[in-house]
């Protein structure tokens, strides 16, 4: 079997609060359970491989968004064809805003996005931060950290990552967090969330082997340590 290969989207700019620990944790769980896999790091100019599994992308301050804003948005019509293929991709806050169609600032200055999820993002003076977790129908229970002054509003070409509590998620009032558009999936869950939502992991992975047409079993792992690491996490307060 050729490698599952995991891209990692500007791993310099965009690494905010752990989130390269997404490629580790996805790496690790192929590698525990003896299936090959190869990162590969994409920073400003490089090429995205034709034959990624996975895209994974990470958030990262105001002025890391505006040095890779360019080109992100240069790889839109890449990023559509990918997409519309079935290639995974985890985007987390900076990222996920950035597949959308816009951002526009606190003082109405519009940043044009890829518009590969169908979602808007405004921005405000007041942020949405702490422990967060979010109930979802395929992965059960996510758990991770916000913090993100960007309201993000969803559209008809995407449904919700899952649920959560008023005053988090996508804007604070709808209830809902992240967006998912067949394999794309947006959130602002950092962490990593993947380190604390083993199964959200694994359906990653299962999502990719699918798309190849290969039927892999992902044996069971031992995950106590994730899970109470998540239990931990969720018992805190904001």
């Known amino acids: 079997m ?3 290969k995991l891209v990692h989207l500007y791993p310099r700019e965009m690494n905010i609060y752990g989130d390269t620990g997404n490629v580790l944790v996805l790496r690790r769980r192929l590698q525990w359970r003896g299936l090959p896999g190869e990162v590969v790091p994409v920073n400003v100019g490089d090429p995205i491989p034709n034959d990624a599994d996975v895209l994974l992308g990470g958030g990262g301050q105001d002025a890391a968004q505006g040095e890779i804003g360019e080109d992100f948005v240069a790889r839109a019509s890449q990023l559509h064809a990918m997409a519309d293929d079935g290639v995974v991709m985890l985007a987390i806050c900076g990222s996920y805003q950035m597949l959308g169609h ?3 600032t606190v003082d109405g200055v519009r940043i044009a996005g890829t518009g590969v999820l169908d979602v808007v993002t405004r ?3 007041e942020r949405l931060i702490g422990n967060n977790f979010v109930d979802t129908a395929d992965a059960g229970r996510l758990v991770g950290y916000e913090n993100h002054s960007g309201l993000t509003e969803l559209g008809a070409g995407v449904v919700p ?3 959560t509590a008023t005053g988090r998620g996508n804007n604070g009032r709808d209830g809902t967090e992240g967006a998912i558009r067949n394999n ?3 959130t602002y869950l950092h962490g990593p969330v993947l380190a604390k939502s083993p199964r959200f992991a694994d359906d990653l992975l299962r999502r990719a082997f699918a798309r190849r047409g290969a039927s892999v079993e ?3 792992l031992d995950d106590a340590t994730a899970e109470l690491a ?3 996490a ?4 904001r």
Not at 234 to 237: A, M
């Open 2 to 4: 050729n490698p599952i």
């Open 218 to 220: 992902l044996g069971a």
């Open 161 to 163: 990552l899952g649920q």
């Open 123 to 125: 921005g405000q003076a």
């Open 102 to 104: 816009e951002f526009v």
């Open 230 to 232: 998540a239990r931990v």
């Open 234 to 237: 969720v018992g805190r307060p």
């Open 184 to 186: 794309v999936i947006g």
